[in-house]
């Protein structure tokens, strides 16, 4: 299809270990944006590419946590040393990112992460 | 003070009610805002826009009070298919990006 696309769809991890998730954008879509969801909460901002501008990192929680956006389009956001908190639906929405503030999100269905 | 304020609900109607959701902001620079549905265990979509002049879509109607800092969210003639949350979303400018903001949700449950 030509939506947003992640993976893994769930993944269940051990405390300590790290992961990657990756998201695939819209085709043409220049701006990303990473998100978190946990549960009964609302998104929670983490991170936002925007062509080849430097990320705005300003929603990154801790330092275990970073996101690459490689040839402008697939990124991929890892955490280290997984802690239990980090357990939330992780989402990623792109869109054309030409700049204005009236742009609409295109979300992927998400991965939810459980660390053990 | 959260920055995107929503009454979490759950909002309980009967089919063919009309309910209202409000959302507060707290930044006045914030410059764009939209309604967002979520269903459960899904991915947010966008519901629309909402503009300074106030839209309707279908049975939808969204307005914004800037004096006040608050856009509203009028559903008419509900459906059981309306059942979602309802997430309002504000952009703030950073940097020469527009970062968005998401409130919590207003959960709608449509009964029979």
């Known amino acids: 299809g030509a939506g947003v696309s992640q993976s893994p769809s769930n993944k269940v991890t051990e405390k300590g270990k790290d992961v990657e998730l990756r998201c695939d954008p819209i085709?043409?879509?220049?701006?990303l944006y990473w998100y978190r969801q946990s549960l009964g909460q609302g998104l929670e901002f983490l991170i936002y590419?925007?062509?080849?501008?430097?990320?705005?990192k300003s929603g990154l929680p801790s330092d275990r946590f970073s996101a690459e956006r490689t040839g402008g389009s697939v990124s991929t956001l890892t955490i280290q040393r997984t802690q239990q908190e980090d357990s939330a639906v992780y989402l990623c929405?792109?869109?054309?990112?030409?700049?204005?503030?009236?742009?609409?999100?295109?979300f992927g269905p998400g991965t939810r992460l459980l660390v053990l | 003070r959260k920055e995107v304020e929503q009454d979490p609900g759950p909002f309980n109607v009967p089919e063919g009610a009309t309910v209202a959701f409000n959302c507060t902001y707290s930044?006045?620079?914030?410059?764009?805002f939209f309604w967002y549905r979520q269903d459960c265990r899904k991915e947010p979509k966008l519901l629309m826009s909402?503009?300074?002049s106030g839209n309707e879509d279908g049975r939808f109607t969204a307005q914004l009070n800037r004096a006040s800092q608050y856009i509203s969210l009028l559903i008419r003639d509900s459906k059981l298919s309306d059942s979602a949350t309802y997430l309002c979303?504000?952009?703030?400018?950073?940097?020469?990006?527009?970062?968005?903001?998401f409130g919590r949700g207003t959960s709608l449950i449509v009964h029979p």
């Open positions: 929405a792109s869109s054309l990112g030409l700049g204005g503030a009236g742009e609409t999100q295109y």
């Open positions: 085709s043409g879509h220049t701006a």
């Open positions: 590419f925007q062509g080849n501008s430097a990320p705005d």
């Open positions: 930044n006045s620079a914030s410059q764009s």
């Open positions: 909402v503009y300074s």
């Open positions: 979303v504000v952009n703030l400018a950073s940097g020469g990006s527009y970062i968005p903001t």
